[in-house]
């Protein structure tokens, strides 16, 4: 299925405002705000953004062998144990795995979009470049929609993530 340029155009820029969104609702909060959590079972709204910088570096560095040794240094931020981050570090690693991604995006072919990638005794299930851009998107605005829900339950600003 071929995908008219205009939808594609229209989704990538959906994602952008999203990475903006979420920068501006990540970009005030103090360290105890980062570490408000909306169950005590839950990560917290700092764990949940590390948790979105984790899971871009993983997918591009280890899945799609892309960004380089800049993306492969965010791949264990949200790994426990790893150290606290200040939402200006947050901030910084959201930009830059996003301009990592765009890049990738940007340079990849038709043909290298649909390339196929797993398939491995380690790793059986195969997957298309495509369907890990999708799988960030929504990743993405899942685990986004657990930062603003949290933000709003804590009486704080939560844009319409």
């Not at 609702?25 to 839950?42: E, G, M, N, V």
């Not at 931020?77 to 790893?82: A, F, L, N, Q, S």
């Not at 380690?122 to 933000?151: A, K, N, Q, Y």
Request: proline share 6%; charged share 20%.
């Amino acid at each position: 299925m071929t995908i008219p340029q205009s939808t594609f155009s229209v989704l990538l820029q959906g994602w952008k405002d999203y990475q903006t969104l979420l920068i501006k609702a990540i970009a005030p909060l103090t360290a105890d705000q980062l570490a408000l959590k909306s169950a005590p079972h839950l990560r917290s709204i700092g764990e949940l953004v590390l948790h979105i910088i984790d899971a871009r570096a993983g997918w591009c560095s280890y899945d799609l062998h892309e960004g380089g040794e800049e993306m492969a240094s965010f791949m264990d931020w949200g790994r426990p144990g790893m150290p606290t981050r200040s939402a200006a570090e947050m901030v910084n690693a959201l930009e830059t795995t996003w301009q990592l991604m765009q890049d990738i995006i940007a340079r990849w072919t038709p043909e290298e979009w649909e390339h196929v990638l797993g398939g491995t005794p380690e790793e059986p299930d195969t997957f298309t470049r495509s369907w890990v851009i999708w799988h960030l998107i929504e990743h993405d605005t899942h685990h986004g929609g657990e930062v603003s829900l949290t933000l709003g339950m804590h009486g704080l600003e939560a844009p319409a993530l």
